[in-house]
């Protein structure tokens, strides 16, 4: 048999999301994605380009990186853009970690950060979120050394969908020494009523070894092309990037597509504010339920069990044909993260709920 080498065996498998072999229509609430289908002049910049994919996509993303450049008025060469904000994390630590360094994120968090570590074979330093499951930044400064080259930062944080202000986080940037790269992974910052996104900007005048990590697979809608992109306070954290990484890795409609997107502001703000109206809806249904959840600044709540039998709730739901993720997977037994969806989603979601609760028993 092949053997996989001694990283490989340490990286986290993340399970996929159950589906289940119903024959009707599933509710796909399982990962944060949007509802909502790209925007039709998205689709009209794709199919533009598609007849230009006897040739490789352009390098440089220059019109992509320029327009993001624009849009957020950074310096281009401080724009790394990559197949979904993942490569851009992936290459990150391929870059800069390594056995011997270290790199400090709260957890639960998001799934991908153990495998950074796993990966380059870095020590993982993990701090507990507080009893609101919110960043305990506090903590986490705490745990820097000599040795860190990476702080993450998920605001909002998937799972718990929690966000802090970003005067905090700034704050935190500013007490870190400077040779520590800090990723603040703002996945779902659009969604999030603490903050507009564009106040985190001036955060990179002010500290060169940030970085803001966003992407086109949440608010945009376009998870299945694979966009990502990463502002930073410096150039040389693209240039690390590009060295670790394949060629052409951000294709041809992938660029168009983000680049067109882009152009849309009114379109993501339409989204956020529907978003906002689901969210809302869901976490009051849930609250009328007995049901806690977090303080919700994302697209999806975080939804506490109460000491039912998580693993009896996620099959109730997914025999009735809805989707979400468990909370065993992400970190953190007893809990369910939902993505909202549709209303009518919603509302299968909250009907399949009543009918998986009132089947599972208290563990
Ligand atoms: C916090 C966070 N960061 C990054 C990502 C990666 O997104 P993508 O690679 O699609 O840009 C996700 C996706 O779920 C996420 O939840």
């Not at 977090?294 to 697209?299: R, V």
């Amino acid at each position: 048999m092949i053997e996989f080498n001694a990283r490989v065996r340490a990286i986290p498998e993340y399970p996929a999301a159950d589906t289940y072999e119903l024959g009707g229509e599933l509710v796909k609430l399982a990962s944060n994605e949007s509802p909502f289908a790209p925007h039709p002049q998205v689709l009209e910049a794709i199919e533009r380009q598609a007849h230009t994919l006897n040739r490789y996509p352009d390098p440089s993303a220059s019109l992509l990186r320029s327009r993001l450049a624009e849009r957020f008025e950074v310096p281009a060469a401080h724009v790394s853009v990559g197949n979904g904000s993942c490569e851009i994390l992936l290459a990150a630590a391929q870059a800069m970690l390594e056995p011997g360094a270290e790199i400090v994120y709260a957890w639960p968090a998001f799934s991908m950060y153990p495998t950074l570590a796993a990966l380059t074979g870095a020590r993982a330093i993990e701090v507990p979120l507080n009893e609101r499951q919110e960043h305990d930044l506090e903590a986490m400064a705490r745990e820097v050394t000599a040795a860190t080259r990476i702080v993450l930062v998920c605001n909002p944080n998937n799972p718990t969908a929690t966000a802090l202000p970003i005067g905090r986080i700034d704050d935190f940037v500013a007490s870190l020494p400077r040779h520590v790269c800090v990723i603040l992974d703002e996945a779902y910052v659009e969604f999030s009523t603490l903050q507009d996104p564009d106040e985190s900007l001036p955060l990179l005048e002010r500290h060169p070894n940030l970085v803001l990590l966003r992407t086109f697979s949440k608010v945009y809608g376009l998870c299945g092309l694979r966009a990502g992109y990463a502002l930073a306070g410096n150039a040389e954290f693209r240039r690390g990037v590009d060295l670790v990484r394949q060629p052409f890795s951000v294709n041809t409609l992938a660029q168009a597509a983000a680049a067109e997107a882009l152009l849309h502001q009114d379109e993501v703000a339409t989204r956020v504010e529907r978003t906002a109206i689901e969210r809302l809806y869901v976490e009051e249904e849930l609250a009328a339920r007995g049901v806690a959840t977090t303080d919700s600044q994302a697209n999806f709540s975080w939804v506490d069990l109460g000491g039912r039998d998580e693993r009896e709730v996620m099959r109730g739901l997914g025999t009735r044909g809805v989707i979400v993720r468990a909370g065993s997977a992400l970190g953190s037994e007893g809990h369910i993260r939902v993505t909202y969806g549709t209303r009518a989603e919603n509302d299968r979601f909250l009907r399949a709920l009543d009918e998986a609760l009132a089947e599972a028993p208290a563990t």
